[in-house]
C-alpha cells in the first residue's frame, strides 16, 4: 500500500491539489499535517527537506507538501507546482512578526503565485497572549485562526482554503 503522489499540478475534480505548507521554523506546520492528515496532535520535530502526505476528506484531496521554515530560500522551487498555499503563523512569536510580515509579502507578491489561493493559519491560539487573526476581504487568500494542537479552526482553515480555489 502506497501513496500515489502526482508532481503536476491538479487540474479537476478528481486530481488531488498539491498544497504547500509554508512559514517560519516552529510555526507548527508539521503539526498541522499531521492533524490534518490523523485528525490528532502529533508532537513533532523540526522538518529537515520534504513531508508529503495525501488527505481526503468530503470529496476534497489534497497532497500536502510540508517544507522547512529553515529552507526559505528553496520555497520558490516549489511554487510553479502548486494548487495552493497554506501559510502558518505562530501567533505567540510576536518577536518575528516582521519576519512573517517580509516573507508572507514576498509570497503574495510573487508573480508565479498571483493566481495561487493562499490560506494564512494563525497558529497556537490556544495559547494566551498571542496576536490576533484580522479579518481580509481579498479574492486571492484568506486568514484564519487556528490550533493544531487543539484541532480548533483547522478544518475551518481548510473549508475556506477550498472555497478559494475556482470551481
Request: charged share 30%.
Amino acid at each position: 500500500m502506497g501513496c500515489n503522489i502526482s508532481l503536476s499540478k491538479g487540474s479537476d475534480s478528481d486530481t488531488a491539489k498539491i498544497v504547500l505548507l509554508l512559514g517560519l521554523d516552529n510555526s507548527g506546520k508539521t503539526t498541522l499535517l499531521y492533524r490534518i492528515k490523523n485528525d490528532e496532535f502529533s508532537d513533532s520535530v523540526p522538518t529537515i527537506g520534504l513531508n508529503i502526505e495525501e488527505v481526503e476528506k468530503e470529496n476534497f484531496r489534497m497532497t500536502l507538501w510540508d517544507v522547512s521554515g529553515k529552507s526559505k530560500k528553496l520555497w520558490k522551487h516549489y511554487y510553479d507546482r502548486v494548487d495552493g498555499i497554506i501559510f502558518v503563523v505562530d501567533s505567540t512569536d510576536t518577536d518575528r512578526i516582521s519576519e512573517v510580515k517580509r516573507e508572507l509579502e514576498s509570497i503574495i507578491l510573487e508573480e508565479t503565485l498571483q493566481t495561487v489561493p493562499i490560506m494564512i493559519l494563525c497558529n497556537k491560539t490556544d495559547i494566551s497572549n498571542g496576536l490576533k487573526c484580522l479579518k481580509t476581504e481579498n479574492d486571492n487568500f484568506d486568514i484564519a485562526p487556528c490550533s493544531a494542537k487543539t484541532g480548533i479552526g483547522v478544518w475551518e482553515g481548510i473549508e475556506k482554503l477550498q472555497k478559494l480555489f475556482p470551481s
